[in-house]
């Protein structure tokens, strides 16, 4: 089951952002899972409301959330750039909040495809506390420019992490991930899915479909959040 949500926001632009709550058929009560989008492709894409629905179907209840640019590219219909990471980082906090609101004292993994997934890791790296922070092709560097990292936060982000990649990711080269995940200040975990580039896709040679890969990403999240500890 999705509900849509209204969620107040501290921006200067919008005063609340779109949200859509995906619930289990039957919840188990253990974690629950903040999803956060990419820089190019809103909350209702087809990937993050298949993975959504997916980790629901696991038994983990998932919010997924606007940022403050795509509420106004919703409202306005048109395209607008990411905001800049203080503005993504008050909006994420405010979802988490309000998340936290409707599941007091169950513990919050923070998910996010691309972009969504670095916001994730700084709020993490800031101190926010999480039972750990799931990362659906975590952006390494940009697309042809290796030499631009972003893991000047790493040692800060001490919640166990998962690092969701394809093999074929421009924008992760794996082997300077693998260099830099022991950066991390606490426990981490790759998941490689062969063949898939920086969306998780995979070539139609590889013989699975989209449906496959997503469920294999679903049940690689909902496991690993299982064994996490509350926080």
């Not at 969620?7 to 952002?17: G, H, M, S, W």
């Amino acid at each position: 089951m999705t509900t849509p949500l209204r969620i107040p926001v501290p921006d200067e632009a919008v005063e609340a952002v779109a949200g859509l709550l995906d619930l289990p058929a039957d919840d188990p009560g253990g974690p629950v899972v903040l999803l956060a989008h990419g820089a190019g492709a809103p909350m209702e894409s087809e990937f993050l409301e298949e993975v959504a629905r997916g980790l629901a179907a696991e038994g983990l209840p998932v919010l997924r959330f606007r940022y403050a640019y795509t509420e106004r590219a919703a409202r306005e219909e048109r395209r607008l750039p990411p905001d800049r990471m203080p503005r993504l980082e008050a909006v994420h906090r405010a979802a988490l909040a309000a998340l936290r609101e409707r599941f007091p004292g169950r513990p919050v993994v923070l998910a996010g495809k691309s972009m969504g997934g670095r916001v994730s890791t700084h709020l993490a790296a800031a101190g926010e506390p999480c039972a750990g922070v799931a990362l659906l092709g975590y952006p390494l560097h940009p697309a042809g420019k290796p030499e631009r990292l972003r893991v000047e936060h790493f040692p800060e982000v001490t919640a166990p992490s998962l690092f969701l990649q394809g093999t074929r990711d421009a924008l992760c080269d794996l082997d300077l991930l693998g260099e830099h995940l022991p950066r991390l200040g606490g426990p981490w975990t790759l998941h490689t899915v062969d063949g898939g580039d920086h969306s998780l896709a995979v070539p139609k040679r590889s013989g699975r479909t989209s449906a496959e890969v997503r469920a294999e990403l679903c049940a690689a999240i909902a496991g690993w959040a299982r064994g996490l500890r509350s926080s």
